[in-house]
T-cell receptor
């Protein structure tokens, strides 16, 4: 099975500042997908950003961007101009492009935004 | 429209009760998932249905019984649960059982309490 590691259980950021959440993964596959999901307290889990492994260009979605380092098996999420609504659990996830439908999740990072 | 609905939102049941959780999507998605999630933990995969057939069962106890009556509906039948089964139960779906689009979309979850 693939493993996804988020080494930061908790992070905090001042409002309007930038924060980076870390994620590393272990795989022997060459083609796969990586995701960041956000889960606000008592609210629905939503997709923040997706990266295809075959794409060299880092994905961006408004204030959210990733730093995808395929050789290092690293996939960090940068949140710019942090807002109070960004406070949530953030989960990094992996899915193979080849087999099965299973998603592998990291243990999550709890992000606090300080006004 | 990327809506996955789940009912009920909250459920309290005794250990001898039989109840069911329901998940619906009308987006034509062909893969549907059940997850169990404890507080501040990542979702744990329970079952995956692909094209209405059970494709993954993560060694879930038989007191949890999934059912996929049609391509839009996914049920989770509960019987003789234990207090440790109390959790948030998430349903998710993907447009395709293989390949792209890669991401899954989550419902809001059912908060289950077993007394």
């Amino acid at each position: 099975a693939q493993t996804v590691t988020q080494s930061q259980p908790e992070m905090s950021v001042q409002e309007a500042e930038t924060v980076t959440l870390s994620c590393t993964y272990d795989t022997s596959e060459s083609d796969y997908y990586l995701f960041w999901y956000k889960q606000p307290p008592s609210r629905q889990m939503i997709l923040v950003i997706r990266q295809e492994a075959y794409k060299q260009q880092n994905a961006t979605e408004n204030r959210f961007s990733v730093n995808f380092q395929k050789a290092a098996k690293s996939f960090s999420l940068k949140i710019s101009d942090s807002q109070l609504g960004d406070a949530a659990m953030y989960f990094c996830a992996y899915r193979s492009a080849f087999i099965g439908n299973q998603f592998y999740f990291g243990t999550g990072t709890s992000l606090t935004v300080i006004p | 429209d990327t809506e996955v609905t789940q009912t009920p939102k909250h459920l309290v049941m005794g250990m001898t009760n039989k109840k069911s959780l329901k998940c619906e999507q009308h987006m034509g998605h062909r893969a549907m998932y059940w997850y169990k999630q404890k507080a501040k933990k990542p979702p744990e995969l329970m079952f995956v249905y692909s094209y209405e057939k059970l494709s993954i069962n993560e060694s879930v106890p038989s007191r949890f019984s999934p059912e996929c009556p049609n391509s839009s509906l996914l049920n989770l039948h509960l019987h003789a649960l234990q207090p440790e089964d109390s959790a948030l139960y998430l349903c998710a779906s993907r447009p395709s059982a293989t390949g792209n689009p890669a991401e899954q979309y989550f419902g809001p979850g059912t908060r289950l309490t077993v007394t």
